[in-house]
């Protein structure tokens, strides 16, 4: 990294996570520059990580912190992104969408999308239907990664 670590700062080292403290005086061990490590509690001298990496925080929901990102990267020659896209993606980042689950194949099998259920009563490929009988059938590729398997069916042999 370039330029000096300062308080506060966040770096990943070999050894894990750990928070630069800089020049903060503790009774236990002085008061020279040192790494807090985060996970254990422990503490090294700034050279013992000539390597450390540092680390950023942006919190998604900051929308000047994501302005500020995409003004960034735009400058560096990336491909300019609407604000709302950024902060979207940093948000999918932050909290990432659990993948899809894998279609029940067996008859009568029964799955959740947003507020709906639907009854799989067919195997050809649009073979879902709204349990409620209100709508028309759907394929698995039409459900969202929110989707939940409530109910695997029977499968036939």
Not at 18 to 39: A, F, I
Not at 43 to 71: M, N, T, Y
């Amino acid at each position: 990294m370039s330029g000096e670590w300062k308080p506060g700062d966040v770096a990943i080292t070999q050894f894990g996570r750990s928070v630069v403290d800089s020049g903060r005086r503790c009774d236990n061990h002085g008061s020279k520059p040192h790494w807090h490590h985060v996970t254990n509690g422990g503490w090294d001298p700034l050279d013992a990580h000539p390597g450390a990496s540092p680390l950023i925080v942006i919190d998604p929901e900051d929308r000047e912190q994501g302005d500020e990102l995409r003004d960034l990267i735009h400058k560096h020659g990336g491909v300019m992104l609407l604000g709302s896209v950024l902060q979207a993606a940093l948000r999918e980042f932050a909290n990432p969408t659990p993948p899809k689950p894998d279609e029940p194949q067996g008859l009568g099998a029964v799955v959740e999308d947003e507020d709906k259920k639907w009854v799989r009563l067919d195997t050809d490929e649009a073979g879902w239907y709204p349990s409620d009988r209100a709508g028309s059938a759907r394929c698995w590729a039409e459900f969202s990664a929110a989707v939940r398997v409530l109910s695997e069916g029977v499968v036939q042999p």
